[in-house]
């Protein structure tokens, strides 16, 4: 690994890697500090956290939860479990249990487990 160089010792980067200006701003929305796991409807804590950074300039941006193996485990038991009752919801429903997630609705990927689905 002569010309790259390893960072938080998860991934490895070219040392001579610069990047060109960046328009992105911060400004328009708004970022937490540190985001959990989110499994079965629930904020879970993980033991691990590594800090996501600004492709602008390489400042932190924030802390984010690092599922274990444990963790994977849960949520796919958890997901596997609510699918007969996703697949079988109308669009109307996925679109409106979509738009009730927690947070923001422009976060698409962030879906809430509901009641009904468990």
Same mark, same amino acid.
């Given at each position: 690994?002569?010309?790259? +160089? !390893? %960072? *938080?010792?998860? &991934? ?11 328009? +992105?701003?911060? /400004?328009?929305?708004? $970022? *937490?500090? %540190?985001? /959990?796991? =989110?499994?079965?409807? !629930?904020?879970?804590?993980?033991? +691990?956290? =590594?800090?996501? $950074? ?13 599922? &274990? ?8 038991? #958890?997901?596997?479990?609510? =699918? ?6 109308? @669009? /109307?429903?996925?679109? &409106?249990?979509? +738009?009730?997630? /927690?947070?923001? @609705?422009? *976060?698409?990927?962030? #879906? %809430? &487990?509901?009641?009904? =689905?468990?």
């Amino acid at each position: 690994m002569t010309d790259v +160089e !390893k %960072r *938080q010792d998860r &991934s490895p980067v070219p040392r001579d890697w610069t990047y060109a200006p960046a328009p +992105e701003s911060t /400004e328009i929305v708004k $970022l *937490q500090d %540190r985001y /959990e796991l =989110f499994i079965g409807g !629930k904020w879970v804590a993980a033991k +691990e956290h =590594f800090t996501t $950074l600004s492709p602008r300039d390489e400042s932190p941006l924030a802390e984010v939860a690092q599922a &274990s193996e444990a963790d994977v485990h849960k949520a796919v038991a #958890v997901a596997r479990e609510a =699918f007969p009752a996703w697949a079988n919801a109308s @669009p /109307e429903v996925r679109s &409106s249990t979509n +738009e009730a997630s /927690e947070g923001s @609705p422009r *976060q698409p990927h962030r #879906v %809430r &487990s509901d009641a009904r =689905f468990l």
